[in-house]
């Protein structure tokens, strides 16, 4: 069988907070939108699609949930989100195409080059975190379709004790 995603069609993949796979044979995105629950810190999204084929022609893929990032230690740091390697697995594939077609939105607004996000210490804003979010076809599992992120760049905003 194949999800054929069309202009219009909207498919939700799992629940949020929830781990779950769901095979389906092929997956064709073709104008549709692909919902996925995940958070950041993240290697797989709460629910994964498994298929043989993907291929995206056009459309919008929705990343939904925590996706604000932490910066408190010991669990967060900047230094970690330099690294080019911050990705989640939201589709794994045999064969992949076409995530450079498709539009990459976060909680419902769009996120690619010099999005600009707002970091916090001890609950004052001290910078401005420029990051970088696309789709990828590739990444540490293989084939699929993934959400890449990291830091390019910091812009301090506040001269004090945090």
């Given at each position: 069988a194949t999800l054929a995603l069309n202009a219009g069609s909207s498919t939700t993949v799992g629940n949020s907070g929830v781990s779950s796979s769901e095979a389906v044979g092929n997956v064709a995105v073709n104008g549709g939108t692909l919902k996925f629950y995940a958070?950041?810190?993240?290697?797989?999204?709460?629910?994964?699609?498994?298929?043989?084929?993907?291929?995206?022609n056009s459309g919008v893929v929705n990343v939904l949930g925590n996706v604000s990032i932490d910066n408190t230690p010991p669990d967060g740091s900047l230094l970690n989100q330099i690294s080019a390697a911050n990705g989640i697995q939201l589709i794994s594939a045999q064969n992949a195409s076409g995530a450079n077609t498709l539009t990459l939105q976060i909680n419902g607004t769009s996120?690619?080059?010099d999005t600009v996000k707002q970091i916090e210490q001890g609950g004052v804003h001290v910078a401005n975190g420029v990051y970088d979010y696309g789709l990828s076809n590739t990444g540490d599992n293989g084939a699929g379709l993934y959400m890449n992120y990291a830091l390019t760049a910091l812009q301090l905003i506040e001269d004090g004790p945090n």
């Open positions: 958070a950041i810190p993240g290697q797989l999204a709460d629910g994964v699609i498994a298929t043989n084929n993907l291929t995206a996120v690619g080059q």
